[in-house]
């Protein structure tokens, strides 16, 4: 039985601690960390599997395997402490790993101690693709995310650049240029952007144009990839959470799945 400990359990952190709590055989959740204890008391009530709280440093003692879905900032402490004690780690905030020297002593130090670093898909369709496509030359990826007018609000981008984003009556690209330019211009991109990233042809050669549509109310997500293999596109229409529009709900049943995937003999998809 694989034990689980989360760390982080806001909207996308809850969905994982029901699944664990009833949903994926041959796991269990065993202990929580969470910053605001008061906003996880009803969630706690709720789980049969009653798993302990406790800091980091304790739960890597208890645990096979740390999911983080909690922040970037979690991101070197969880997977640092997880990493160093044996445990697997699972990262919902892939966007960290944009910085390529934290990825690369993780990835080091999961080598020395014959761990496995886990980042599921997210709010995207097509990582699997991605990673196929990458076992021989890719010659362009391009992400496209077409936001309503007030999923676009406050980006430094577009305060940058006094874009007025109720001045479209059409939808029009804002931003386009390299999914390292995209994550410091659209900073609410980044776990998207690093991902597709991590998994294809780098920060500097992915393509990111960012869409304003005021016709819209869904966040999308389309990407084109062009390599020896020949074309794809896939195109995701994301429903946010109530709880957290920022995020969607398919990067939480992502982390679901991935937890599946990592409990069972069968191994499906790329
Ligand atoms: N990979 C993807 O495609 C994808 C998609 C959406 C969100 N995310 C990322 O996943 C993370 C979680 O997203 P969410 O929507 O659940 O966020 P959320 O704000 O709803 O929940 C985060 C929870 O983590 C807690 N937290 C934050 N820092 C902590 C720390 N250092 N230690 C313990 N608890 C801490 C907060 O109190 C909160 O309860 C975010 O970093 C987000 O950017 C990734």
Redesign the pocket.
């Known amino acids: 039985m694989l034990r689980v400990g989360v760390?982080?359990?806001?909207?996308?952190?809850?969905i994982i601690c029901r699944a664990l709590d009833k949903d994926i055989e041959g796991a269990k959740l065993v202990a929580i960390?969470?910053?605001?204890i008061e906003?996880?008391k009803s969630l706690c009530a709720e789980l049969s599997c009653k798993p302990k709280l406790m800091k980091?440093s304790e739960m890597v003692k208890e645990v096979d395997l740390v999911v983080?879905?909690?922040?970037?900032?979690?991101v070197p402490?969880?997977a640092i402490a997880a990493l160093e004690n044996g445990c697997d780690v699972m990262i919902?905030?892939?966007?960290?790993l944009v910085d390529g020297q934290l990825l690369e002593n993780l990835v080091n130090l999961a080598r020395k101690h014959n761990c496995k670093i886990y980042?599921?898909?997210?709010?995207?369709a097509g990582i699997d693709g991605i990673k196929s496509a990458a076992s021989a030359p890719i010659h362009s990826v391009t992400l496209t995310t077409t936001k309503p007018p007030r999923g676009l609000a406050g980006a430094p981008y577009v305060i940058a650049n006094k874009i007025d984003l109720d001045a479209f009556d059409k939808p029009e690209v804002i931003f386009d240029g390299t999914a390292i330019e995209a994550v410091k211009a659209f900073p609410a991109n980044?776990?998207?952007a690093?991902?597709i990233s991590l998994a294809g042809i780098g920060v500097d050669k992915t393509r990111v144009k960012i869409v304003v549509d005021p016709g819209s109310t869904r966040n999308r997500h389309e990407i084109e990839v062009i390599g020896d293999f020949g074309r794809f596109t896939t195109e995701v229409e994301n429903i946010p959470?109530p709880?957290?529009p920022?995020?969607?709900y398919l990067?939480?049943l992502?982390a679901v799945a991935t937890l599946k995937k990592i409990a069972s003999p069968l191994q499906i998809g790329t």
Do not use: K, W, Y
Request: aromatic letters at 2%; glycine letters at 10%.
């Open positions: 760390v982080g359990c806001g909207a996308i952190g809850s960390h969470e910053h605001h906003n996880i980091i983080e879905s909690a922040s970037a900032v979690a402490q969880a919902m905030s892939v966007g960290a980042l599921p898909s997210g709010a995207v980044v776990n998207v690093a991902c959470f709880e957290n920022r995020t969607s990067a939480a992502s």
